[in-house]
């Protein structure tokens, strides 16, 4: 299966989401249909960075692929599940509980 995972580091905002969303739209018109984003080295996370998340999720659908999300911290996952995102994205726990559940599961259908 053809992924791409993306590890954004420390702070996130407006100016990083929106590079990371550039990163994406760039693998995705190589053809790239399942992208994770690896949020383990993420302590901050603000508005505009969730928005700018959404706003990569509705484009990557729109271009017929998917995005995942894993390895939130506490902080993180509190600010996904009071603004109820973690309702609208895929979440793992770690890289390797998306290889073994998204990745494997794909692998045996093909």
């Known amino acids: 299966m ?3 995972v993306f590890q954004p580091a420390e702070l996130l905002d407006g100016i990083s ?3 990371l969303r550039r990163q994406i739209t760039d693998v995705m018109v190589e053809g790239v249909k ?3 984003v690896d949020l383990q ?3 901050f996370m603000n508005s505009e960075a969730i928005s700018a ?3 990569t999720l509705k484009a990557v659908r729109a271009g017929g692929g998917e995005l995942y999300l894993c390895s939130l911290n506490h902080q993180v996952h509190i600010i996904f599940q009071l603004t109820k ?3 609208i994205f895929a979440i793992y726990a770690n890289r390797q509980a998306f290889e073994q559940q998204v990745l494997a599961s794909s692998l045996s259908r093909h």
Do not use: R
């Open 41 to 43: 080295d993420v302590t």
């Open 2 to 4: 053809n992924h791409q």
């Open 34 to 36: 399942t992208m994770l």
């Open 17 to 19: 989401t929106n590079h």
């Open 85 to 87: 995102m973690d309702q």
């Open 53 to 55: 998340l959404v706003a």
